[in-house]
């Protein structure tokens, strides 16, 4: 019989943000906005001393404070939707747009967070994220994972 076992946890990361699918067919061509809502799951090759991988208050500190700085109550937009960012820059804001290196679907949103974010905010700690869900829509929602 084979004891091995592959133990993960999942923090739940909620926040607000607009965005415009570039390209888009339908209606997501337009800027809108949704209430998101991120699952965060980790993996470590141990538990801690206590039985964790971590624990869920550092991932919503490091990386929901993460999400908190930069996208919540922003727009997310194409570095390559010019014409947008150009529009949205005129209207008053207290946080900056986030320009992403993609089109900002949710499931780009997630593979962003997956492999460049998570990465450089856990860095020498023995965590890893191994997936991550994007939840758009109560309907909608894309999954990034380490194979």
Not at 42 to 67: M, Q, T
Not at 96 to 125: H, R, S
């Amino acid at each position: 019989m084979n004891n091995k076992s592959r133990v993960t946890c999942t923090r739940r990361v909620k926040f607000s943000a607009g965005h415009r699918v570039m390209g888009h067919e339908n209606k997501c061509a337009t800027p809108h906005g949704h209430n998101y809502v991120v699952d965060i799951t980790a993996e470590a090759e141990n538990l801690d001393d206590i039985g964790r991988i971590i624990d869920f208050s550092v991932l919503k500190e490091k990386i929901g404070g993460w999400i908190d700085e930069n996208w919540d109550h922003t727009f997310l937009l194409f570095e390559k939707d010019t014409q947008t960012i150009e529009a949205l820059k005129q209207a008053p804001a207290k946080k900056p747009l986030y320009i992403c290196p993609f089109n900002p679907t949710a499931e780009e949103i997630a593979k962003y967070l997956l492999l460049k974010i998570a990465p450089e905010i856990l860095k020498g700690t023995g965590v890893h994220i191994t997936k991550i869900v994007i939840h758009e829509t109560d309907n909608c929602s894309a999954e990034a994972r380490l194979d």
